[in-house]
């Protein structure tokens, strides 16, 4: 006993020694210091990688530890992280640790240091940090290259939204830099004199082949070279949404979703994000191929609840969803099929369809829909294996659609698409009678009957209409009918009946049968009663129709009107019970004047004319203006009218004019008011309230004074259109006094002018007979030749000039005779002399004589000038004419320069020309009109020349003494033409 706690107490005093020195040892070399400290880099992630050893730890034993780590930038003093990593550490164990910059690593200078910390249970506190490590220094600026402006990070892949810090580093100071973000200038933070930093904060998406980011250096304005970048920015992955597996077999599941938006980028940077799907019961996984769905094989098993876990993955991050489900309860079905339609008829048909079968003893819940006519009607019906369902109340000769789906009817998931047909049911016969109505026009002897009616509904015909049978019966005498059968679609006829009384059926027929009749009565008396026609305002609603009830029995109304601009004669029937109605259309336009009739149809179905309605269902201005005349105008008034002016054809109720007045003075005269136009200026206006009165007098104007006037109608909507003014001047007050005495003057002169048109032959030949024709002289008559005892026209090649007359006024004037060189003085005169030139030989062998005669009509003035033309004289004349002068040449010189001299003598203005003709011989009864004693003229026959000679140049009958001779002014062969 003894002994045993003797080596009890040896033991514990050895146990308690030992621990003493291994406190003593671990306190001595606790805290334990990190050494071996490495670090490298990685651009592409932008991260440095620490790895080191913890020495003098007890072989075989671990222990917790916390580091403690220091990164620094640039300086060991510009600490921009610290951060603790706690782990176990094993003896002679390798650590490892990864910090990723948001400053590229190329930018700057980067320092690590580490310390460490027990954190162990097993060791009491308190405990105590280790030293620092010593500082490990990271550069990458030395594996640049070369190169003086360079821009960092490369090929960066970030998600939108994200904040991004990118940098240059410029080796050579001098360089001006200034960095762009897709073409606008970015400014940054100065690092150090070679590099710049810029924080770009949320960065968007812009494209999906990166955002470009380049920096530009330069001098002055020499450009020193240009780098870039592409920063790569992601749309952010979203989370699956609508995550639903079913099954429409039990083998397999089809899960689909709805993915998002593509976070894929150009140049493969980054793919589509992929899918996975794992079902935790199993702990299966498969890796989709579709974006949107991906089916999942169901096993033999009895595994009946799934738990599916749909992952979405892209290179900068990872999404799920979960859905739990059993698998009974997912049961999509597949659709219906042989859908078909048996033993249809006019009013009902059986519909057939089948369904995939599952599994025994399945039911299925299936709902059918038929469309049809503008309804629709759904059934629903339970089936195992085969579905039929009998369609009833159908419409005949009507096509409808029917479909069906169907889904599981124990645990009720979703249903499957429609599987559908169409079917038309069968004709019947027409079901109502059409809706007939007519237009009686009464003419002597007969009645023009034109029957209307409304073709029948669909819903009513039962099928195509075909035609229309129109039967006529006479009443008074009812063996005699006719029946018309109208081909559709036609909707009228015209009928001609005589004054009896006649019953109309009207019946519609399809390829079945025909259609109730429809009966109207034609009075055998004429429809031409008189009615007021009864004035009416329309609403936006329609026209609202009222009328005093017909008195005795009545079996209706009908209201019939036109619609515009078809002008089809349309028709509503009323009760008998009622007696007002609305007539509401979409043919009622505005503007449009439409006239109602409303009749009476009494138990023997004759209609009687009760009233007559007219309205517009919205009135409007009037479209145009009156034309107005000018009637009476005087100096102080004026009458404007305008009877042609039509009412009946405006967009409105005429209610009556407005005159308009302008004056300069612009004072309004008595009953008309000051009003302002629509362009602001002002005038005077006058109302005529009465719509018929189509005439105004203005009175109570000044003389010689300017008005303008403008006449416009108006209606309930407002005036007609805005117009130019017709401008008048009023006369002055003495003018219609003027006008009274002009206006007999002006009669007076056009009477006489009429009077002298259809007496101008008389006026002529009295006033200024025509020129006398020497081939038509009445002195031919005188005249016998010898030769030809018949001729009575002279030829002209028969007659030689004889003689020259002289005619000289009373005054005195002194005359040289031709031949003398005498001179004259003649003081009074009192018949116009002549000069003969006449042959003196006996025995001239010439023609006989000629005579002379005066031509008054070629008496002319001399000139004012007092000149005198030339008498014409040959130049020569032949040998044979010679008279008392020897010389022809003498005679023309003498002639011409003593007439010459003479008119010399004659004062200016009293010298005239008279024109002297010379004939062949006279008659021995025309001796009388010859000068005393003339010599012998010679024989003529030939007309000569006319001579002129001043009337001033008088001579005196040649006598005795005289020595003239006889000249001829032309050649016996020549003819003055």
């Known amino acids: 006993m003894a002994l045993f706690v003797v080596f009890q107490t040896t033991f514990f005093l050895t146990l308690l020694s030992l621990r003493t020195y291994q406190s003593e040892v671990l306190a001595e070399r606790l805290p334990l210091t990190p050494v071996s400290l490495k670090v490298s880099t990685n651009s592409i992630h932008q991260s440095l990688h620490l790895q080191w ?11 917790k530890m916390v580091f403690q780590i220091q990164i620094s930038r640039i300086e060991t003093s510009n600490v921009v992280w610290v951060g603790n990593y706690s782990t176990t550490v094993k003896w002679n164990q ?78 050579n100071i001098q360089n001006n830099v200034s960095c762009y973000l897709e073409g606008k200038q970015i400014h940054g933070e100065q690092l150090d004199p070679h590099v710049t930093a810029f924080n770009l904060n949320s960065v968007p998406f812009i494209r999906n082949r990166g955002t470009n980011i380049y920096c530009e250096a330069s001098q002055g ?16 992955l979203e989370e699956p949404k609508d995550f639903s597996c079913e099954s429409q077999d039990f083998k397999t599941l089809h899960c689909t979703w709805d993915p998002g938006t593509d976070t894929a980028l150009g140049w493969s940077k980054q793919p589509s994000q992929s899918y996975t799907l794992f079902e935790s019961f199993s702990g299966e996984k498969k890796l989709c191929t579709h974006k949107n769905w991906c089916n999942w094989q169901i096993t033999q098993d009895s595994q009946e609840m799934y738990n599916f876990t749909l992952i979405a993955e892209n290179y900068l991050r990872k999404r799920s969803v979960n859905i739990l489900f059993n698998l009974t309860h997912r049961v999509y079905l597949m659709n ?8 249809v008829n006019a009013t009902s048909a059986i519909m057939t369809w089948k369904v995939h079968s599952m599994r025994n003893n399945f039911t299925y819940l299936c709902q059918i829909e038929l469309h049809g006519e503008g309804k629709m009607m759904q059934y629903d019906v339970s089936i195992n294996v085969n579905g039929e369902y009998f369609l009833s109340e159908l419409e005949p000769a009507t096509e409808y659609m029917a479909r069906v789906r169907c889904a599981d009817a124990s645990h009720f998931w979703k249903w499957t698409e429609w599987s559908g047909q169409n079917f038309t049911t069968l004709e019947a016969a027409p079901s109502e009678a059409p809706d007939v109505w007519r237009s009686v026009n009464s003419e002597p002897g007969n009645h023009t009957v034109t029957l209307f009616w409304k073709p029948l509904s669909k819903l009513h015909a039962n099928g195509k209409i075909l035609f229309y049978n129109v039967v006529v019966e006479n009443l008074d005498k009812p063996s005699r009918s006719e029946l018309r059968s109208i081909p559709a679609p036609a909707n009228s006829t015209k009928l001609i009946l005589d004054r009896c009384s006649y019953q109309i059926c009207v019946t519609a027929n399809n390829s079945v049968g025909a259609s109730p009749a ?171 309230d009465n719509p018929e009165e189509k005439a105004l007098i203005v009175d109570n104007l000044k003389p010689e004074s300017f008005y303008e006037f403008f006449v416009t109608p108006f209606t309930s ?15 002055d007050e003495h003018s219609s006094m003027l006008i009274r005495i002009l206006l007999p003057m002006v009669f007076c002169v056009l009477l006489i002018t009429i009077v002298c048109y259809l007496k101008s032959q008389w006026i002529k030949e009295t006033c200024y007979p025509d020129i006398p024709d020497p081939y038509k002289s009445s002195i031919l008559s005188l005249i016998k030749f010898k030769e030809n005892p018949h001729l009575t ?11 020259i007359e002289v005619v000289s006024k009373p005054e005195g004037t002194k005359i040289q005779l031709l031949g003398t060189r005498k001179s004259l003085t003649e003081t009074e005169l009192t018949k116009p002399n002549y000069l003969y030139l006449l042959p003196t030989e006996k025995n001239h062998s010439g023609p006989g004589p000629c ?10 003035a001399a000139s004012d000038t007092g000149s005198c033309g030339h008498v014409p004289v040959p130049p020569k004349a032949p040998p044979s004419m010679l008279g008392l002068m020897t010389s022809p040449e003498n005679v023309l010189k003498a002639l011409e320069k003593n007439y010459m001299n003479s008119l010399g003598e004659v004062p200016a203005g009293e010298t005239s020309l008279n024109y002297v003709s010379q004939l062949a011989s006279p008659m021995s009864g025309d001796k009388d009109s010859l000068p005393t004693n003339p010599v012998e003229p010679p024989h003529c026959s030939e007309y000569k020349m006319q001579m002129a000679v001043p009337l001033r140049l008088a001579l005196p009958p040649p006598t005795e003494n005289s020595s003239l001779s006889s000249i001829t002014l032309l050649d016996p062969g020549e003819h003055y033409r």
């Open 793 to 803: 026209i002279m030829n002209v090649s028969d007659c030689i000039p004889d003689a």
């Open 717 to 731: 909507a407002g005036e007609g259109p805005n117009a130019t003014f017709t401008k008048i001047t009023t006369p």
């Open 53 to 63: 050893t913890v020495h003098n730890l007890p072989y075989h034993q671990e222990l």
């Open 518 to 688: 429809s009966i109207i009565v034609i009075s055998a008396d004429p429809e031409n009663k008189e009615v007021e026609e009864e004035r009416i305002a329309g609403t936006e609603g329609g026209f609202s129709l009222s009328w005093k009830p017909q008195p005795g029995d009545v079996i209706g109304y009908v209201v019939d009107w036109c619609d515009h601009p078809q002008d089809v004669l349309q028709w509503k029937n009323v009760g008998p019970n009622t007696t007002s109605t609305v007539i509401s259309t979409d043919a009622f336009r505005p503007g449009v004047r439409y006239d109602f009739r409303i009749y009476g149809l009494s138990t023997k179905r004759i209609a009687c004319l009760l009233e007559k309605k007219t309205g517009y269902s919205q009135e409007l201005a009037p479209s145009d203006n009156p034309h107005v005349l000018v009637d009476m105008l005087t100096s102080h008034s004026f009458t404007l009218s305008w009877k042609d002016y039509s009412t009946e054809s405006q967009p409105g109720f005429i209610q009556g004019y407005h005159v308009y007045l302008k004056s300069k003075a612009r004072q309004c005269h008595p009953r008309f008011q000051k009003a302002v136009l629509s362009d602001g200026s002002e005038c005077c206006k006058y109302k005529i």
């Open 221 to 236: 304005n020499v450009s020193k070279g240009i780098e870039g970048i592409v920063l790569f920015v992601s749309k952010v």
């Open 336 to 343: 219906p099929f042989s859908v078909n339609f048996e033993n």
């Open 851 to 860: 005579i002379c005669f005066e031509n008054f009509t070629y008496n002319q």
């Open 94 to 171: 390798v650590l490892h640790w990864s910090w990723e910059s948001e400053l590229p690593l190329e930018c700057a200078t980067h320092f690590v240091r580490i310390k460490s910390v027990i954190d162990d249970a097993s060791f009491p506190e308190p405990n105590f940090w280790s030293n620092w490590s010593s500082w490990e220094e990271v550069s990458v600026q030395d594996s640049l290259g070369r190169g003086t402006l360079f821009v960092f990070p490369k090929d960066k892949l970030v998600e939108e939204g994200s904040n991004v810090t990118i940098c240059y580093v410029s080796r």
